[in-house]
């Protein structure tokens, strides 16, 4: 059974400020190799790719999403005992790369895809239980991996019901995600 993060205080502004400040932000850090393209499908349509060289994955895009930004975030997860205790010390972290839709404004916000990136390591303790970064009784879907890192949605990411929620899930059921 999974157990939810208690949140303190200190830790709701701290993550508010955190949310705050990745609204803000645009375009990849400078650790960040990223690059967009387009690509011809099977059938003439165009898609757009979204490729991370710096975590080695492409993400598929339909057209329509041609000018997409990207925002670098974090995650935060608690870490449990194998007995299920939490344990003290730092809670562990990892990075967020969300794609957003060129659509989106801020009288209008539309549904960001956010693709968290996980070590082995840490997908290990994920899928064990032992690091739990969402309050939300399921863990994050994996979207696929390479030899060093594990790419997940996370759990509840659409809960919001924004518009183009209904087609970020499209997105999502055709497996978009290409780790190399």
Known sequence: MRRPPKATP??????????CLAQH??????????????????GGAQSVVYTNKT????????????????????WDGERYSKDGDRESGPNETGPQIVIRDPRWTRENP???IPIMIFTRSQWKRVE??????????????DLGRNSRYVFALPPRYNYDDLPGADEVQEIINHHPLHAF
Do not use: C, H
Not at 55 to 63: K, M
């Open 128 to 141: 064990e239980e032992r690091l739990v970064v969402s309050a939300a009784p399921v863990g994050p879907d």
């Open 10 to 19: 200190f830790a709701s502004i701290l993550l508010g400020f955190a949310m």
């Open 55 to 74: 975590y080695g994955f492409r993400f598929a895009l339909p057209a329509v999403w041609k000018g997409y930004s990207i925002i670098v975030e974090g």
């Open 25 to 42: 932000s645009t375009a990849a850090g400078p650790q960040q190799q990223a690059s967009q393209s387009s690509e011809a499908k099977s």
């Open 110 to 112: 539309r549904e960001d």
